[in-house]
């Protein structure tokens, strides 16, 4: 089993900075993608950022230049960095961990709510 634990979330001004961990325990695939996916109120869960075992980074558009992916293949662990946070970025946003072998294999976390307001 898989396990996969946020934190980091709140509340944070337009304009502001937040930065999102993500631990990783159990059973972890060697190949994998990590990643943050986020859903607002109605809509459907996106794509924020993952990055691979290997460094391979892919980016939602909406966040581009503005969120940066980092992991740490040693400890398990995947960060969001994210700055100039806009009132649209508000939503619960969710680790996700993903084998690249068996791809329907992945693993959420329980989400952490970020909510950008003035």
């Known amino acids: 089993q898989v396990r996969l634990v946020e934190s980091g979330g709140g509340l944070v001004q337009p304009g502001g900075s937040l930065r999102l961990s993500c631990v990783v325990s159990?059973?972890?695939?060697?190949?994998?993608?990590m990643g943050w996916y986020r859903q607002a109120p109605g809509k459907d869960r996106e794509l924020v950022a993952r990055?691979?075992?290997?460094?391979?980074?892919n980016y939602g558009d909406s966040v581009k230049g503005r969120f940066t992916i980092s992991r740490d293949n040693a400890k398990n662990t995947v960060d969001l960095q994210m700055n100039s946070l806009k009132q649209e970025d508000t939503a619960v946003y969710y680790c996700?961990?993903?084998?690249?072998?068996?791809?329907?294999?992945?693993?959420w976390g329980q989400g952490t709510q970020v909510t950008v307001s003035s």
């Open positions: 159990g059973s972890i695939f060697t190949l994998n993608v």
């Open positions: 990055i691979s075992t290997g460094g391979t980074i």
């Open positions: 996700n961990i993903r084998d690249v072998m068996i791809p329907t294999r992945e693993y």
